[in-house]
């Protein structure tokens, strides 16, 4: 880490309109705006926060995403000065379309870029999207971030990758509905005490369909400690902790030296 802690993150819980670009981003918007105002370094954004469960016009999406919102953001971000992690239908360069997490950061560059390696099919990921091939870190000035969507959150070796390489924190946006609210809850704090790190889930609200979204964006550290967390609304919750609190707890209780990589591999 080369920069001076606190960090400071804004989780921008909304409810997300299906196919309803301008509602969407006039709420993101707002938002980076009240961001700024409060400090915030990083800003994440709920999944397909953009036009939500559109698959069925996913090829519209990506060219919107692509041309229009992307740049939207960039700009957003340089003119707030923080970092903005959203995720879109993005075209992929080996076809079709994925759901992609785009880190912009404050000079409005990307830098990172996921595509979500588990498919949903409940909500028909499976068939409208194209899963990712790679996880992904980005580099950031307080540490390593290990990205991540959603549905992700259930496969624990994506994370134990994660601390392998280094990473301080993971980061989830999420559309994750009711009834599960106990299985994100506990599987966000089993993700962080189990690897040692920060977990930064946002999460919408609002329904769709026959899915009603509960929220409960929230940051768990290391300990399995809630930093901060919101309830069933709309909000901006900002949440400020000292990352370098993650490497204190390596080192006082050094769990991660323990691990049997000559036994079972990574």
């Not at 700009?75 to 970092?83: I, K, Q, T």
């Not at 390489?165 to 009711?178: D, H, M, Y």
């Not at 809850?185 to 369909?209: D, K, P």
């Not at 901060?228 to 400020?240: F, H």
Request: net charge negative.
């Amino acid at each position: 880490m080369s920069r001076d802690l606190p960090l400071t993150v804004g989780l921008l819980q909304f409810d997300v309109r299906k196919g309803a670009l301008t509602a969407n981003m006039d709420a993101v918007s707002a938002g980076v705006k009240d961001a700024a105002a409060r400090g915030v370094d990083w800003l994440l954004l709920p999944e397909l926060f953009s036009g939500s469960y559109d698959l069925e016009n996913a090829a519209r999406w990506g060219e919107i995403n692509e041309t229009d919102v992307l740049p939207t953001l960039s700009r957003m971000a340089v003119e707030n000065r923080l970092a903005i992690i959203g995720t879109y239908i993005l075209p992929l360069a080996s076809g079709g379309y994925g759901n992609t997490l785009i880190w912009i950061d404050a000079t409005g560059s990307e830098t990172g870029r996921y595509t979500k390696l588990h498919r949903f099919r409940p909500m028909d990921e499976d068939k409208y999207l194209t899963p990712g091939n790679a996880p992904v870190i980005t580099q950031t000035p307080y540490g390593a971030v290990g990205l991540s969507i959603c549905y992700d959150l259930r496969f624990p070796e994506l994370y134990r990758f994660y601390l392998s390489e280094g990473a301080l924190f993971a980061v989830l946006p999420s559309q994750w509905p009711r009834p599960r609210l106990k299985h994100y809850e506990t599987l966000i704090r089993a993700r962080a005490i189990e690897n040692q790190m920060a977990m930064i889930a946002v999460n919408r609200v609002g329904t769709e369909g026959n899915n009603h979204f509960f929220g409960h964006s929230m940051i768990v550290d290391p300990w399995g400690e809630t930093i901060c967390s919101a309830r069933d609304e709309e909000i901006l919750l900002v949440c400020m902790f000292d990352a370098a609190d993650i490497l204190k707890i390596r080192r006082d209780f050094p769990v991660i030296d323990d691990i049997r990589h000559d036994v079972i591999k990574r």
